[in-house]
Each structure stands twice: as C-alpha cells, then as structure tokens.
C-alpha cells in the first residue's frame, strides 16, 4: 500500500504517506552535501594540528626570517579552529533572508559555491605558502555549516507529510555523525593523516558538494514555500505529486491553504517581530531552552577530551585514534536508532531521556574522576560514561532541538525562529569552547556537574511544557501552543483574583470563594 487511511476519535479523515524514493533522495542529497560537511569540519583540524603548525611556523620563519613564539603559534592554531564557529554565527544569521529569497532548495543549491571557494583555498594554501588561506578557508566552511544546520532541516520539514517529518528530520544529524567519522577514518595515517596530505585532507569537502550540486537541482522546491510565499498552486501541485505516492493531494493543498489564512501576513516576519510576539513567546522560549540546551550539555567538551580520559583508561597510545574512530560508530548508531524510532516513539521521549541519560553520565564521569585513585575499575567507569553521553545525545539532542523549530512555527515565523536558534547555538558552542577550560581549572571534576544539571534542567523543561508534535500539522501544533497559553493566562487571572480575595480578609476567611465574585470590588 502506498497509504493509509485512518479515522481519528474525532471522525476526521487523514493520510499516511509511505516513504517514497524522492523524499528519500533528497533526504540524502541535502545531508550528504550539506550536513555531513558541518560534522567533517568539527573533526576535521584534529589529526593534521601538528602539521599545520609547523606549516604556519615554516612561512613565517620564510617571510621574517624568525620563527613563531609557542604562544603566537598556539593563537595561531586556535583562530584555525574557532573561525569555524564565528563563520557559522554569521551563516545563521543570514540563513533567514536567503530562504526567504531563494527558497529552501534553491539556498541549498547556491550557497554550495561557498564550499567549492573554501576547498580551493584551503586545498593550495600549502602551494601558495599563505595560512590565511587556511583561516579564511576555514571561515567560509563555517558560514556554509550556519547556513546549512538551519535550511536543510526547514527544507526536509516541509516536504515530508506529517508522519514521515521525524524520520527525514533526522537524518541530517545522522550524517553529521557520519561526517565526524569520516575525518576521523580520513585522518588515520594510513589514509590521509600523513603530512603531505593535509590541505587534501581538509578541502576533500568539495566531493560531496560537487555530487550534490549535480543531482538536487533536479528535484522540486519545497511545495509550502511555493504556496503560502510565492502563491504559484501549479508548482505547487507538480512538487506534490513528485514527493508523493499517487493519491489525493487536495488535502494536503487545503491544509496550506488553512495555515495560509490563519497567517496575519504572509510575509517572513523578522527576528525583531518574532521576539514582540506574544502568541509565539512560548515556542520562542522553548527554541531557546532546548537550543542552548543542546551546546552547554557539554558534547563539545566530551570530544574534546575523550583522548585523555582514553589515556587515563590505560588503553595504548597507538590504539587510541582506532578507540576515538569506534565513538563514531556510536554516533552514526545512536542516530539510526533516534531516526528509526522517533515515529513510533514523539520528539519529546527522545528529548527527555537523551538530555537525562546525559546528565547521569555527567554525573558519573565526576564520581568516575574522583574515585578512580582510590578504584582502578573506576577508569572503565569513565569510558562508559563517555560512550553513553555520546550515545544519548546524538539519539535525540543531536537532531530533535532542529526538527521542533520547523514544527513550533508557521510559514512566515520559520525563518526567524531558525535565525534565533541557529545564533544561539553557534554562541554557545563558542561559549563551551571558550568557558570549560577555565571551568576545569576552577572546578576540576566537579566541571562535569555543571553539564549535568543543564542536562537534567533542560529534560525536565521539555517535560512539563513542549507537547508531543508527532504526526501532527503545522495548523495543530499552533492551537497546542495556543490552548497552552489560554490555561496559563486563566491560571494567571484566578491567582491575581485569589491575592485580591485574600487582600480583602487578612484572615484568609473567603480564600476558597467562587471566582464569580466580583474581584474588582473593594472594601469601604
């Protein structure tokens, strides 16, 4: 079968779409050139740092005649890793504009000339003797990653029906995963770890952009975009009918066309008009909480130090690139199971227990640190926590936070609500970079407390106030949100009114009074 129809306790019909190979293509294509580029240029500095330092203290001893100092070196180095994440900040907060003007596709599409421009510079900076080459390359890779962590989740959430939303919204972080594998396998010395590799090695990102760029300019633009900002039904129509299976799509069209008229205006708010708002505060804030959430957990700071705390686990030095690449594995399998699940089982139990089985883990790797002077087997303890960190975040943190915000927004609030998402991640990943060093000297092993409460915070948030959105439409998911704000506001009037009754009794006599008394009455 290609569809399902089931009947609701409401009475109203609605279609289950199956898979089809189009979804399906362009799920790949966007990730694979896209996504996957984000998680490869995370990793993609460490295996080469030595020989690109030497590089950078090669030209300069050639231009100046005097070496580097160890200090001007290391700046040097860390610039090369942290311009990614200044390029991504700037990628995010242009992301809204591009969409707006060129579609989801088509942003898709045009901004891989950022990577074809970054590769060539970073692939003959070695030939040119220029590290500017190198920073500036690794610059423009990073305003492609902000652009591409924002668009392709939007672009995929809005050509999937309803029941397959979770699925493609997904697996772009399962080809993140992929892409910090990838560098991780490129790296090893067999492959591409060797010094005369490096600038191969780090512009080898053109590959999947080039395939990319040949085969998803064939495939539609997303059919809400068409609709709802460029009113073209016939386009529309022919989108439909290409990611669909063959069935009555006239649905499907009156839903957008519903969505469309709820809309005040139909054109994309800005970042400014979405914050002054109020009848989006609450999904704002929850773009937010689970936004930030998802950087100050401390997945960053995990990777970084996962070669220590392998180190301090015994395992050999030769072995432990070959333990570091088998985390991958984890990723990519932690992912699947997210994607393959997130159907059957909402967004919001993936949230809560991947943020919960985070924050125990945190917890465990500070007992772990503490302990393991005093027991031996305490270092294992360590490594397993590591393992479920990374397990837990990647099967739903790694992915989830960017699906909710297509769903929690309507058409002409999407792009503003990436904006602010998408900003804000990016400042908390430089944020972690920049804070848990001093966090670690400050605080020692009790560092990881800190990630574990944003963790179990963040959990219990998503618990008490976002909804399940599974298997629901972008209309529905609004009126959610909407009957979430009438409760709160009566629950905000009848404590106003009870203050008020108490005010009136000092002894609290008619605390319980009906709330059809007149409250705006007073004593003589």
Sequence with gaps: LVQRINIPPHGK??????????????????????????????????????YIKDFYNKTALGRNGTALSGETLTLMYSLTVSVFAIGGLLGSLIVGMLVTRFGRKGTVVKTTVLVFI????????????????????????????????????????????????????LVPSIFIGTGVFSAQILGLHQLLGKEEHWPLFLSVVVVPTFIQLMLLPWFPESPRYLLIEKHNVHATITALKWYRAKCNIQAEIEEMQDEQRSLSSVETLSVWKLLQDDTVRWQVLSVVI?????????????????????????????????????????????????????????????????????????????????LQAQLSFMRYVSVCCVVGIIGGFCIGPAGVPFL?????????????????????????????????????????????????????????????????????????????????????????????????????????????????????????
Excluded at 125 to 135: H, N, Q
Excluded at 316 to 328: C, D, L, R, V
Excluded at 336 to 358: D, N, V, W, Y
């Design 13 to 50: 019909k609605y279609i289950q779409h199956s898979l089809t190979w189009s979804l399906l293509a362009v799920a790949f294509l966007t990730s694979f050139g896209s996504s996957m580029l984000y998680g490869y240029n995370l990793a993609v500095v460490n295996s080469p740092a030595v």
């Design 118 to 169: 970054a590769g060539s510079l970073m692939g003959f900076s070695r030939v040119c003797g220029s590290p500017e080459m190198v920073i500036f390359g690794r610059f423009i890779t990073g305003i492609h990653s902000g652009i591409s962590l924002s668009v392709v989740p939007m672009y995929l959430g809005e050509i999937a029906p309803k029941n397959l939303r979770g699925f493609l919204g």
């Design 290 to 370: 689970i936004n930030i959430g998802m950087q100050l957990s401390g997945i960053d700071a995990i990777w970084f130090y996962t070669n220590d705390i392998f180190e301090n686990a015994g395992i050999p030095a030769p072995e432990i690139q070959y333990t570091t690449a088998g985390t991958g594995i984890i990723e990519i399998i932690a992912g699947l199971i997210g994607c393959f699940t997130i159907e059957k089982l909402g967004r919001r139990p993936l949230m809560i227990g991947g943020f919960a089985m985070m924050g125990l883990c945190s917890a465990g790797i500070t007992l772990a640190l503490i």
């Design 404 to 524: 909710i915000t297509a769903e929690l927004f309507k058409q002409s609030h999407r792009p503003a609500a990436y904006i602010v998402g998408g900003s804000l991640n990016w400042l908390s990943n430089f944020t972690v970079g920049f804070v848990f060093p001093f966090l670690q000297m400050s605080a020692g092993s009790y560092c990881y407390l800190v990630f574990a409460t944003i963790c179990v915070s963040v959990a219990i948030y998503v618990y008490i106030m976002i909804p399940e959105t599974k298997n629901k439409t972008f209309m529905e998911i609004s009126q959610m949100f909407s009957k979430k704000e009438a409760v709160l506001e009566t629950q905000s009037l009848t404590h106003v009114d009870q203050l008020k009754l108490k005010k009136m009794n000092g002894y609290g006599g008619v605390e319980h009074a009906s709330l059809e008394f007149n409250s705006s009455s007073s004593v003589p």
